[in-house]
């Protein structure tokens, strides 16, 4: 790894067909988050377009625009921009940027955002996804985790979302509360289900040591659930929205049959993708880079005409067959296995944590999702022998 590595040291070879650009800001921090996210009243749209429009001419000088398959604007909370801000952002990503005429283009929205005035911004625009940061339908939930609305709100959101011609829509639910959280996720999972989203992403919450919620653990003002509760929701997650004939095609990810979420899915398939704006990563194929994390210093580094590269991290060949089995193991895509792998994940098949297909892939079932890390380590160990 390499602090304040400069863009010499990241080449594409030939430009990624994905994009991801992070919009920091937020109305406020929720209990949770440790992401590199910037609370303001009001987002300062002017300023960080501009910004992004530096980014792109700094890290891409090259003249002339390249074809992409997906954008994604990731926060933070990109709908704080507003649908003008928006549409700007995207106007000045298109300036280097020629958007697939069938492209996903996803905005990451919280529900008070979602205006029908937003929305009809953001479609003409050529937004034609939006995720919905739901969290929960529980309004004393959503007070515990800090969140700036209440589950009428999520309704509404997705109501105006569809009024104004975009129906491809995701929601985002978060599970495994602390003890003291009264809760019932199975209420959260059929509200959600009620709303006919196309598709549902669910995170189990961890606590990180410098968020308010990583402060209340330290002081015991709040204690983890335990594994039993996180496995106990995992699966009814998983009963629910299969029985509601969604697939589950990724560890926390299920869609409708043909709405999976094309941008994420890339970065599950392991190839190359642009990441713009403060703390945003990226990955060329050998390496992968971020940008320095906070706003303030992100925006003056490019106010200057300077890159703002925060660090860069070559993958050796041991790395690259971590990642590749991880990656392969998180999808119902699966992993091919030969020789001691397939021996060592037969033994998986009989404890019900997965199954081996005709051609020798091994795709894990949601028992074995639970267990995800540790079988990932095991056959990298397996594979590195071999």
Not at 14 to 42: G, K, T
Not at 230 to 251: D, I, M, P, T
Not at 282 to 304: C, I, K, M, P, T
Not at 318 to 334: C, H, K, P
Request: hydrophobic letters at 40%.
């Amino acid at each position: 790894m390499t602090p304040n590595a400069t863009r010499r040291e990241v080449c594409f070879r030939v430009h990624p067909r994905h994009v991801y650009v992070h919009v920091p800001f937020c109305a406020r921090r929720c209990v949770y988050c440790d992401f590199a996210i910037a609370v303001r009243r009001s987002a300062p749209v002017v300023e960080y377009v501009s910004a992004i429009g530096r980014e792109l001419s700094v890290r891409f000088p090259a003249d002339g625009a390249w074809l992409v398959d997906t954008v994604y604007l990731g926060g933070g909370t990109p709908s704080r921009l507003g649908g003008a801000g928006v549409a700007q952002l995207l106007a000045v990503l298109r300036t280097r940027l020629s958007i697939n005429a069938g492209a996903e283009v996803t905005v990451e929205a919280n529900p008070e955002d979602v205006t029908r005035e937003a929305v009809h911004a953001w479609r003409a625009a050529g937004v034609n996804r939006l995720s919905i940061g739901a969290q929960s339908f529980d309004d004393d939930v959503l007070r515990w985790m800090h969140r700036t609305h209440d589950a009428g709100a999520i309704r509404a959101a997705v109501e105006r979302a569809r009024a104004g011609g975009i129906d491809d829509i995701s929601l985002d639910l978060i599970f495994a509360l602390p003890n003291e959280v009264t809760r019932r996720w199975p209420a959260d999972v059929a509200a959600a289900l009620a709303l006919q989203p196309t598709h549902l992403s669910i995170y189990g919450l961890t606590t990180e040591p410098a968020t308010p919620l990583g402060r209340w653990r330290d002081r015991g003002l709040v204690t983890e659930a335990p594994d039993e509760c996180y496995e106990r929701e995992f699966l009814h997650a998983h009963e629910a929205l299969s029985a509601a004939a969604f697939e589950h095609y990724e560890v926390s990810n299920f869609a409708r049959p043909g709405r999976r979420a094309r941008h994420n899915s890339a970065y599950w398939s392991g190839v190359a993708y642009a990441g713009l704006g403060p703390g945003a990563h990226e990955f060329d194929g050998s390496a992968r880079r971020w940008n320095v994390d906070g706003y303030v210093d992100w925006e003056r580094r490019l106010a200057r005409s300077a890159d703002p590269t925060g660090g860069l991290e070559e993958l050796d060949d041991e790395s690259r067959a971590a990642e590749q089995v991880y990656l392969g193991l998180r999808t119902t895509d699966g992993l091919r296995l030969s020789g001691a792998e397939l021996v060592r994940a037969r033994r998986w098949v009989a404890e019900g944590w997965g199954s081996i297909t005709d051609k020798d892939r091994l795709v894990l079932t949601a028992l074995g999702w639970l267990r995800l890390d540790s079988l990932a380590g095991d056959l990298t160990v397996v594979r590195s022998r071999s």
